[in-house]
């Protein structure tokens, strides 16, 4: 199981998780080809080697290269991704990561998502740290990140409102549920951009993660501290012992009788885009005699509100159930092989280092069909038989 490790001692902001990106492996050319995608004039990338207490990263700066003042709400937002050339996991992802900061201030300022004005997070540099997040993650195709606890920093920071007290009141909702420090330095150490990244990417949030580290990467940030390194240090390794893959997560639940059915499917693309790694459905008989439907969601803890706002919000339920269990897998490695349709990418399943299922992802099947025009059974089952003999 290939892990991301985010260790934030010194907090975390859009530009030092770029630079930490870059510096774990993430090719600079790659991720400024993919951002151009976005279709936004007036910044440019800028990286370079920088230290601090000797200690030798990678600094990223978004510049933007002309003045802009747009206050964007979540529908420009939105506009700009979906409009993109970008592909589909990585809007799903950069829009997650929005979600956070903007659930989280129409919490803070009591009002709706849809009124909520993206100040400094609606600049081009914020929305290129973001939507550049998710096109690094996808880059390195991990199985799961892991975030030691997060360091806030302290004493006031400077924006759109005034003078705020450190966490941000944006950052203070985004961590809610995280693990985190306060006060080791005397500055905003971590900004709510920097909090999205890590709420939305985090599968397990704690200190007793067990990995073999293969890589390590810094991203430098834009402050001196005489005491602290202003450095976030990303790792990259590997999870092998099966007793590692299992851990505690929530089984969400809830009865509904009186639901257009065709409602269910847009219900479960939003639940899956929240976080949720499974969601079904089960035919039940309920008092009277009345057929209904019991939906099922499987998530991890730290997105449970989201999802539970979901299903009040967009189905007709009344109640839900929660249930507290373990959830064990099988570790995975993703590859990328080469195949008489072209590359393909394929998934290995481990159980206690051995290797007991291996099987090409169905997108790449189905999009190798429907450009040949032949059926998807038989893309499947050439690429397997070749896989069988390797």
């Known amino acids: 199981?290939?892990?991301?490790?985010?260790?934030?001692?010194?907090g975390i902001s859009g530009d030092m998780n770029l630079g930490a990106?870059?510096?774990?492996?993430?090719d600079k050319d790659y991720l400024i080809g993919e951002l151009n995608k976005l279709n936004l004039k007036g910044w440019e990338l800028i990286v370079q080697k920088d230290q601090r207490h000797g200690i030798y990263g990678t600094r990223a700066t978004v510049k933007q290269t002309k003045h802009e003042h747009a206050h964007r709400h979540l529908s420009d937002i939105k506009e700009i991704i979906y409009?993109?050339?970008l592909d589909d996991k990585t809007k799903e992802l950069s829009l997650k990561i929005f979600m956070k900061i903007a659930e989280a201030e129409a919490a803070v300022h009591a009002i709706s998502i849809e009124r909520v004005h993206f100040h400094e997070v609606g600049a081009i540099d914020?929305?290129?740290?973001?939507?550049g997040a998710a096109i690094c993650f996808n880059a390195l195709k991990a199985d799961a990140v892991h975030v030691a606890p997060v360091e806030l920093g302290g004493g006031f920071v400077r924006c759109d409102h005034g003078m705020l007290p450190v966490p941000a009141p944006a950052t203070a909702e985004i961590i809610k549920g995280l693990p985190v420090k306060k006060g080791g330095v005397d500055f905003e150490a971590t900004t709510p951009t920097g909090a999205a990244i890590v709420s939305a990417l985090g599968t397990h949030f704690g200190t007793d993660t067990v990995i073999t580290i293969g890589k390590t990467g810094y991203g430098v940030g834009q402050k001196e501290h005489p005491d602290v390194p202003n450095l976030l240090r990303v790792s990259l390794g590997e999870l092998e012992s099966s007793s590692e893959t299992g851990h505690d997560a929530l089984q969400i639940e809830c009865n509904i009788d009186d639901m257009n059915p065709e409602f269910f499917d847009h219900i479960?693309?939003?639940?899956?885009?929240?976080?949720?790694?499974?969601?079904?459905?089960s035919n039940i008989i309920m008092k009277k005699g009345r057929p209904g439907i019991v939906l099922n969601v499987i998530c991890e803890n730290e997105t449970s509100e989201q999802v539970k706002s979901i299903i009040f919000a967009e189905s007709t339920s009344l109640g839900i159930r929660s249930f507290p269990f373990r959830k064990d897998t099988l570790s995975r490695k993703f590859e990328t092989i080469s195949t008489g349709f072209g590359?393909?990418?394929?998934?290995r399943s481990f159980y206690k280092g051995k290797e007991v299922s291996v099987k090409p992802e169905f997108d790449d099947c189905r999009r190798i069909a429907t450009e040949k025009g032949i059926p998807v059974k038989e893309v499947y089952n050439k690429i397997m038989a070749l896989l069988v003999n390797m």
């Open 1 to 10: 199981m290939k892990i991301i490790c985010y260790d934030c001692f010194s």
């Open 21 to 26: 990106m870059i510096d774990l492996g993430v």
């Open 83 to 85: 409009n993109s050339t």
């Open 126 to 131: 914020s929305i290129v740290d973001i939507v």
């Open 268 to 281: 479960s693309d939003n639940l899956f885009k929240a976080g949720a790694s499974d969601v079904f459905l």
């Open 343 to 347: 590359d393909v990418n394929i998934k």
